[in-house]
């Protein structure tokens, strides 16, 4: 679900963003308008904008685009931190991707609200305008973490020079491979889709990590959020997986309030999930036994099962680890790279 804060400024603004909303109800929607809004009369533009950029995953301004620049600009923090922002202006002609068109969003959503308002969306990403493969576009997607940003300019600028790019890919691919993309040659950019970080198979590399690994985890009661970690990390140097290929946490449901765990997920923005006993026990596979485990909350192993329900079935890519009263598993989703 978005959250998101539209901000108007004057009583014709107001009423494109009533439409906006409308347009947005199935998501998470505040609306501001500033000609009549008592709550804003003391708050400044840059503070309100400093607020939503920080908060929000879509920041929309109703009316000049230099209003929205100037709002904004102090607060920028970089393609994979920026909230999508949109300029629309106050008659409801225009709809304009200012901010974070790929990643946050931005051009999708400005798409579909001029669809809505019956108004043009201005798209002004050179990919769109010539209807090049955006590598940020797809990383958004496919729910791929993108490791280093400021490398995307070199696969895109190649791709609008109608260069080749490569790809290094450690998953199977479906799909027809997109023009000027090649698996086969060697290229001086391209992206590598993958959990090694470190590996570098073109001068300008671009790094995705799919987030599709899940991590079971047990624990004892009262166990700190920097004992969760240090476990956390140990098992992922001993797989060799990022923490940017992690999906989501999940454990028995007696951890459901466990401080330390809950906040080691709040953390890393991790989603928390929790199963009972029994649905554990219904999980199929060879897992490691305990019958200390058992006897204590009805299972006989929390962190291996847990990351195999987590991830609808899929392969355990390390088995129970256990440090200073923790216990982790990873398990990997099923997953290809799909064009």
Known sequence: MIHGKLVSFTDRGSEVAARIAALLADEHIERYARTVDTSLGGTALTRFAQQAMVDCDLLVFIGATGIAVRAIAPYLAGKTFDPAVLVVDE??????????????????????????????????????????????????EHDCAVVDPQNIKHVSGALLRNETVGLKADWEVD???????????????????????????????????????????????????????????????????????????????????????????????????????????????????????????????VCERAAVRSSDGGKIRLRKMALDGVTVALAEEYWRVSF
């Open 175 to 301: 799909g027809v491979i997109p023009p000027h993309i090649s698996a086969q040659i060697q290229a001086e950019s391209g992206f590598a889709i993958s959990y090694d970080t470190a590996c570098v198979p073109f001068a300008n590399t671009l790094h995705l990590v799919p987030r599709i690994v899940h991590l079971g985890i047990g624990c004892r009661k009262g166990t700190a959020a920097k004992a969760v970690e240090r476990a956390v990390e140990a098992a992922l140097l001993q797989a060799g997986i990022p923490m940017e290929a992690i999906r989501q946490t999940a454990s028995i449901d007696l951890k459901k309030n466990e401080l330390g765990l809950c906040l080691f997920c709040e953390q890393h923005q991790l989603p928390f999930v929790t199963y009972t006993a029994e649905e554990l026990g219904a999980v199929p596979g060879d897992f490691t036994s305990s019958g200390f485990v058992a006897q204590t909350v009805g299972v006989d192993n």
């Open 91 to 140: 008659g409801g002609k225009f709809v304009i991707s200012l901010l974070s068109g790929h990643l946050g969003g931005a051009n999708e959503l400005a798409v579909r609200l001029a669809d809505g308002l019956g108004a043009t969306a201005v798209i002004t990403t050179a990919t769109d305008g010539r209807s090049v493969f955006a590598v940020d576009n797809w990383a958004k």
